[in-house]
């Protein structure tokens, strides 16, 4: 009920003539007057309306006035509204009506005053209004406390995330200028030998058996930093949404062993090795160096991270309603696993589990798999048991879906 609804009336008379006559006196268009020729009636409108107001005839037949007023201090609903009762001065008076603690009841005497009926008719509808106006404001206020709140948390939680990112920001910085400086002083170190031999006159350490283990040496290091360098641009173009991928035909088998074999030295000096489970050839169309990259990511992962133990990969196609069947692969290691409450930050730029002591990245491997896997319309998606390693799946697209090109063939 709002301030600017009509405050109702409720007038209580067994007599049709005295209704009429009390409703003429009190009605106005600001009100909104309301008839009952018995209790029983006026409870029944009690229950569906909200009074401001209920005058009460203290002599009816059956449920008198002060019976009336009673029953409507035993209720919730009715037991503030303030009653004026009606008597016939002098006999009903004697009869003290107990128990109604309100203070809101007030008395007529027939004859009725018009002035009389009239002010105090206004009092309580005024206090009515200003009951309401007052209950208005507090709602508000309430309203305004409870935005204020959420608008509080709302800037905390800004805060924190303003705050984390910064350190993140912070920390991504100093891990960048260390994985550069860490391959750039070896090469450093490496130029300083060199030239120092060559001042010795020393040329048998530039035979061409030395001549080529340098090259390998240094190459290593100069591909660690285009790879991170890389994995930035990449995150960069990512976020500006200009990462185009571009497929063709592409055999997974082979793209998966050959990317085995690649590895197989880092896997060495991890403890691992790599089991590629047999699978016939898969071909399909997709961006046959996004994919390696992905599956570089998930290998490099579980070689780091899998605790020296075996990595299998398999390949298995999965039915699929809208394109027959789709292509999975999955990257399994049985090392330490990841955190309930850490898995899906995993995929997030710069977020990296690795404490003091622990394999070093800049955090945006698995960001940049599972970009590229959505870009391809595909999936990455991971599944871990802390203490039971790792499951990485990457999901392909239905062929067909990829780009308008021949059908995968098994
Ligand atoms: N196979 C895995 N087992 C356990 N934890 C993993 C595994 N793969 C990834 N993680 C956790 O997820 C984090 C994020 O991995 P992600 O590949 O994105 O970054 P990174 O390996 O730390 O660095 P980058 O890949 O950029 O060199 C890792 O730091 C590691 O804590
Ligand atoms: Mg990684």
Known sequence: MSTNDPSKLLIVDDLPENLRALDALIRDDKRQVFQASSGEEALTLMLEHEFALAILDVQMPGMDGFELAELMRGTERTRNIPIVFVSAAGRELNYAFKGYEQGAVDFLYKPLDPDAVRSKVNVFVTLDQQRREMRRQMEALERSRREQEILLRELNKTQEELQRSLRMRDDFMSLVAHELRTPLNTLFL???????????????????????????????????????????????????????????????????????????????????????????????????????????????????????????????????????????????????????DFIERIFEPYERGAKAGEPKGLGLGLYISRQLATSHGGELTVQSVPGQGATFSLLLPCVELAVPAPAVSA
């Open 190 to 340: 490496e130029t300083q030998m060199r030239s120092l031999q060559l001042k010795r006159g020393n040329l048998p350490a530039f035979n061409p058996e030395q001549m080529g283990n340098m090259i390998k040496r240094d190459e290593r290091q100069i591909k660690a930093m285009i790879r991170l360098i890389d994995d930035m641009l990449d995150v960069s173009r990512m976020k500006s949404g200009t990462l185009s991928i571009r497929p063709g035909k592409v055999e997974l088998m082979g793209l998966l062993e050959r990317v085995v074999s690649d590895l197989s030295l880092q896997a060495a000096a991890a403890n691992s090795t790599l089991q590629l489970a047999i699978h016939a050839p898969v071909e399909g169309v997709w961006d046959e160096f996004r994919i390696e990259q992905v599956i570089v990511n998930l290998l490099t992962n579980a070689l780091r991270y899998g605790g020296g133990g075996q990595v299998d990969i398999a390949v298995q196609r999965v039915a699929d309603a809208s394109c027959g069947s789709r292509v999975r692969i999955d990257v399994r290691d049985h090392g330490k696993g990841i955190a309930p």
